[in-house]
C-alpha cells in the first residue's frame, strides 16, 4: 500500500510542486494536507505536509541549478550574490505577488534563512 502512495498519489503531487508550491493558496494547501493525512492513516505512518515537503524540494532545485553552469538560471542567481559579508543574495524588484511567491524569490529566501541558520 505504501510502495503505491509513493509511486502514484506522490509522485504525482511531487512532480510539479516546485513550479506551483509557492502560489498554492491556504485553503488548497489544506486540502492537499487532507489527502496526505488520509493516506498517512491508511498507510499506518506519518506523511510529510505540502509545506515541508516543497521546502525540501525548493532547497534540491536551488542547489542543483547552483552547481549546474549549463542551466539558464545559473548566472541568474550568482549575479545576485552580494561579496560583501557572508554571500546573501540580493532579491529582485517584486511587482506582484505571483512573482513574489515564485522559484526564484522562494529559493533566495530559503537560501538566505539558511546562511543565517
Known sequence: M?????????GVWRYCLIC???????????RIDHVIRKAGRVIGGHQP????????LLQTKLDSV?????????????????????GRM???YLRTNRFRN????RAINCYNDNLNR
Open 20 to 30: 506551483w508550491g509557492g502560489n498554492v493558496t491556504r485553503t488548497e494547501r489544506d
Open 49 to 56: 505536509s505540502v509545506d515541508s515537503v516543497y521546502q525540501c
Open 90 to 92: 540580493r532579491l529582485p
Open 66 to 86: 547552483w552547481n549546474d553552469k549549463s542551466h539558464p538560471l545559473h548566472c541568474d542567481l550568482h549575479d545576485n550574490v552580494i561579496n560583501r559579508g557572508i
Open 2 to 10: 505504501e510502495l503505491f502512495y509513493n509511486a502514484s498519489i506522490c
Open 102 to 105: 515564485s522559484f526564484i524569490p
